[in-house]
Structures are given as structure tokens and as C-alpha cells.
């Protein structure tokens, strides 16, 4: 809901101040902000980041997914301020350079394992390999535990994938054409996007009671005598 989704956004961005937070912060507001899978963000290498072509200062994500899909996806500010705070307190990001000038080497990836001390402030982290990408299920573990910090209920059930399907209503809310969000999603096609969207659509709300009003008079009407013989009467009216 929204309410925890901006609960969640404050509180991880309050913890930017340490390594471990300024990675999280980056991590999840990937996820939050481009709808992306969770291995399409935990595995995201400094060989897939380069300048946009087309606007200036924007930065493109060559993302690889599922099925062996690639394309090339402008990456939101936020996120991509949030990822270049991560790496300078990480020690691999220079101020002022250019991206070729930059410390890291092209199969680094952005999200990396922290020390030990730097996960003390989260429950059940263990992450061995510093240069190594965090692990989908690290991922998941620290998505849950911001939560319940940020004191969302259920933490404990939401999955990575729900960001996603968050972020694609916000895009309905937003404005965005099923054909917009078929290509930020990853989709295969408009029907697929579709479905998608539609089934997103029942779930965030209940069903709208419209008829047990009608139910309710036609009922009294045949307690009080009027009831046709068979149903065929009352269907045809």
C-alpha cells in the first residue's frame, strides 16, 4: 500500500549513512523504481552501465533477464544517485570522473557483499564473498527486515516480486499506456502486460457488491407473493 511503501522508502533512506544502508536503499529503491526481476538487479554488472545517447547526464542499464532478454533501460535518477552514494562510500567511486575513469572493472558488480560489521544492524544477513554479488535470497532478507523496521506488517510474506507488481500500478496511476509498461516490464506482448495488469487490478481492491441490492427486493417481492412460477419467468423477465 502506499503508506507502507513511503514508510519503507524513509526509513531505508535514513540509513544511508553506513555502507550497508546505502547499499540497501540502492538495492530496494531499484526495485521499487523500475519494476525490474530480482536477478536482474542483484546481478547487475558495471559492464551494463554506460551513458545515455539520447539524454544528457542519464545513465542506461543493459540489463540482462529472464529467457535471455536484453535491453537497454534508462535507469531513474533516484536510483542511479543512490547507486554512485553506495559505491563512494564503497571506496569505488571518484568524485567528478567520467564513467570510463571510474575504479571499477567491467564484470564488478554494483551490489556487493558487505562486511560483517556492516550488517549488524540487520537480523540473519550472511554474505562470505566481498566481491561477489549479493545473492537473490540476501535480497529478499534484507527487503523483509527494512520492513519490519519500518514497522510494515507481514514482513515477513512479501517478496521481492511484489516491488514489481507495486511498480506497475504506480505506473497505471501515473498515467502510463499498457504499451509503455509492456517494455518496462519486460513483457512478450501487449497480452501478456494486460493479464498482468488486469490481475494486479483485482487484487488491490474487493469486488463491488452492485447487485445484492436488486436480490434483496426481488426476494421480498416473492416473500410477499409475487414470485413468477419458474426461474425461466424471472429471466426472461
Known amino acids: 500500500q502506499p503508506r507502507?511503501?513511503?514508510a519503507l522508502f524513509d526509513y531505508l533512506q535514513g540509513k544511508?549513512?553506513?555502507?550497508?544502508?546505502?547499499?540497501?536503499?540502492?538495492?530496494?529503491?531499484?526495485y521499487m523504481e523500475t519494476g525490474f526481476r530480482n536477478a536482474e538487479v542483484v546481478r547487475m554488472?558495471?559492464?551494463h552501465i554506460r551513458p545515455s545517447k539520447s539524454q544528457k547526464e542519464r545513465i542506461i542499464y543493459a540489463w540482462k533477464g529472464k529467457g535471455g532478454k536484453t535491453e537497454d533501460e534508462p535507469l531513474p535518477e533516484l536510483v542511479w544517485n543512490a547507486i554512485v552514494h553506495y559505491l563512494y562510500l564503497?571506496?569505488?567511486?571518484i568524485p567528478n570522473q567520467p564513467l570510463h575513469e571510474q575504479l571499477l572493472q567491467?564484470?564488478?558488480?554494483?551490489?556487493?557483499?558487505?562486511?560483517?560489521?556492516?550488517?549488524?544492524?540487520?537480523?540473519?544477513?550472511?554474505?562470505?564473498?566481498?566481491d561477489g554479488p549479493i545473492s537473490g535470497k540476501s535480497a529478499v532478507r534484507i527487503?523483509?527486515?527494512?520492513?519490519?523496521?519500518?514497522?510494515?506488517a507481514d514482513a515477513d510474506k512479501v517478496r521481492i516480486h511484489d516491488l514489481r507488481h507495486t511498480w506497475a500500478l504506480r505506473m497505471v496511476?501515473?498515467?502510463?499506456?499498457?504499451?509503455?509498461?509492456?517494455?518496462?516490464?519486460h513483457h512478450s506482448s501487449l497480452e501478456t502486460t494486460a493479464r498482468y495488469?488486469?490481475?494486479?487490478?483485482?487484487?488491490?481492491?474487493?469486488?463491488?457488491?452492485?447487485?445484492s441490492g436488486q436480490l434483496a427486493v426481488q426476494m421480498r417481492a416473492f416473500a410477499d407473493g409475487d414470485a413468477p412460477a419458474s426461474w425461466e419467468e424471472v429471466i426472461e423477465g
Open 45 to 47: 554488472q558495471w559492464k
Open 173 to 185: 496511476a501515473s498515467g502510463a499506456h499498457d504499451s509503455e509498461i509492456k517494455l518496462r516490464a
Open 143 to 152: 527487503l523483509r527486515t527494512a520492513l519490519r523496521h519500518a514497522g510494515v
Open 90 to 93: 564503497d571506496g569505488r567511486w
Open 106 to 130: 567491467p564484470d564488478d558488480y554494483i551490489f556487493r557483499a558487505v562486511t560483517h560489521h556492516g550488517t549488524a544492524y540487520l537480523a540473519n544477513v550472511t554474505e562470505v564473498d566481498p
Open 4 to 6: 507502507e511503501l513511503g
Open 197 to 211: 495488469l488486469g490481475s494486479l487490478k483485482a487484487k488491490s481492491r474487493d469486488r463491488k457488491d452492485l447487485r
Open 16 to 30: 544511508q549513512h553506513t555502507l550497508a544502508g546505502a547499499r540497501n536503499f540502492a538495492l530496494i529503491l531499484a
